[in-house]
Structures are given as C-alpha cells and as structure tokens.
C-alpha cells in the first residue's frame, strides 16, 4: 500500500514540476512571452488551466503526503524519554528495593558494582584446546 502511495506521489511531484514550468512568468523572466514559442501560452483560458492544474495538483500532493506519514505513524510506539530501563513500577506500589537494579536510581548517579565474576579454573587464564 504504501509503496502505491509513493508512486503516485511522485507522479504527482512530477506532473506539478512541469505544470508549474508551463506557466507564463509575471516578468517575463523565462522569456516565453514573445516570439513563436509563447503564442500557445497566450491566452487568458490557457493561463487559467494552468492554475486550476496545479491547485489541484498541489492538493493532491498534500493529501499523498498526508497518507504517507499517517501510514509511517501506524506501527511506531510511544516511548517515554524518562523511562531509563528500570524495573516497571505500578502506580501506588512502593518502590523497588535499592539492592535491586532499577532501585534507588537517580539519572546520572554512578551505578551499584557489578558482582565479581567467578575465579576460572587452572590459574587465572582461560585455556584453548590445541588441534593435533
């Protein structure tokens, strides 16, 4: 679905590029206004297609547009950015103990000491078997 959305929007983009590219400048800047290129750009009906073109244009970019970020929206989760990994609480229950992780933490406090981790067997360093 959403990959139907993105073709038809940047149809749309480009269908608006060249529309609005057709249209006559209010300088004259583009130099279309005289000789015989611009004689088909002339006329005050062709002037007002180009305008309803690209309104209609214009909306239909704003409604793929729209759609895209309501689709990109659907599957994201809110997150809390106070919420740093502690141990969920339920409202009114009293607070972890502080031996506990998540317990008694403030944010930027340093944190408890990991528990040493178990002497390895055989002297201290870890052994790799040798292949014959």
Known sequence: ????????????????????????????????????????????????????????????????????SIIAGIDRKPRSILNTGGAPTVPGAPPPPLDQPGGGLIPGAPLPPAPAAPPAEGGGAPQVPRSQ
């Open 1 to 68: 679905m959403q990959a139907v959305i993105i073709v038809i929007h940047l149809m749309i983009v480009l269908a608006m590029i060249g529309v609005v590219l057709l249209q006559k400048s209010e300088g004259g800047g583009l130099g279309m206004g005289g000789g015989g290129a611009g004689g088909f750009l002339s006329s005050r009906g062709t002037a007002n297609v180009l305008t309803r073109t690209t309104a209609i244009l214009a909306a239909g970019f704003f409604l793929t547009s729209l759609a895209l």
